[in-house]
């Protein structure tokens, strides 16, 4: 089967401008996860979604990062505007169902913001 | 809060020695536990997690509640075992993970 795709691979922006990540689950997988990995970190959950639906987005910052998977399967995470503490790969993982099937990891999105 | 934490950055074992990579977790009540490794140019992947009871690749990891532990083992290190080794945790109604900053194992020749 076809792995989580993401999109773009690398990202160099300016403080304070704003980027877009994308991510497409592997096929048929309701559940989808964006996590913040800083370097030297585990990743961190960003949000995860229920097929359009949020679940969780208690470790959001919903100040500038928003995220959406309108038709319950592609995804995208935006910042806006980018802090310099933004610099992170952003991993995007899906999984079958919620609880009893393992999460699958693309190859993230490594940010750096100048 | 639930919390886990690996005390090494960093762990070099020669080939064919045993290999434990340390995981502490923090949770008040039943977690989930689980072993992900990411090898050199490649995606985070899941090895073993503590319901499975199943040995990956030589690898295995009991789930201790008494000392909050998970720790991953190998009796005989191979040269290929040499990746970043993050521990995670899922509890209660959460589904998503929380990870450990992870231990870099290199296994010498």
């Known amino acids: 089967e076809a792995g989580v795709a993401q999109s773009p691979r690398y990202k160099i922006i300016e403080k304070r401008q704003s980027v877009a990540f994308w991510c497409n689950p592997i096929s048929g997988h309701a559940t989808l996860y964006w996590y913040q990995q800083i370097l030297g970190q585990g990743p961190k959950l960003l949000i995860q979604?229920?097929?359009?639906?949020?679940?969780?987005d208690s470790q959001l910052p919903k100040d500038r990062f928003s995220a959406e998977r309108l038709k319950g399967v592609d995804s995208t995470l935006k910042i806006q505007p980018a802090k310099l503490e933004d610099s992170a790969v952003y991993l995007c993982?899906?999984?079958?169902?919620?609880?009893?099937?393992?999460?699958?990891f693309g190859d993230g999105t490594r940010l750096s913001i100048l | 809060a639930q919390r886990v934490t690996q005390p090494e950055k960093l762990l070099s074992v020669f080939k064919g020695a045993p290999v434990e990579l340390k995981c502490n977790y923090s949770y008040s009540g039943s977690p989930e536990l689980f072993w992900y490794v990411q090898y050199s140019r490649q995606r985070l992947q899941l090895l073993l997690r503590h319901i499975s009871r199943e040995s990956i690749k030589g690898f295995t990891a009991d789930l201790n509640k008494g000392e909050t532990s998970f720790h991953l083992k190998k009796p005989f290190a191979q040269e290929e075992d040499s990746a970043m080794y993050y521990c995670?945790?899922?509890?209660?109604?959460?589904?998503?993970?929380?990870f450990g900053k992870g231990t870099h194992l290199i296994i010498q020749p």
């Open positions: 993982a899906s999984s079958l169902d919620r609880r009893n099937q393992p999460q699958h």
């Open positions: 995670a945790l899922r509890g209660g109604g959460a589904d998503g993970l929380t």
């Open positions: 979604f229920q097929n359009n639906g949020v679940v969780d």
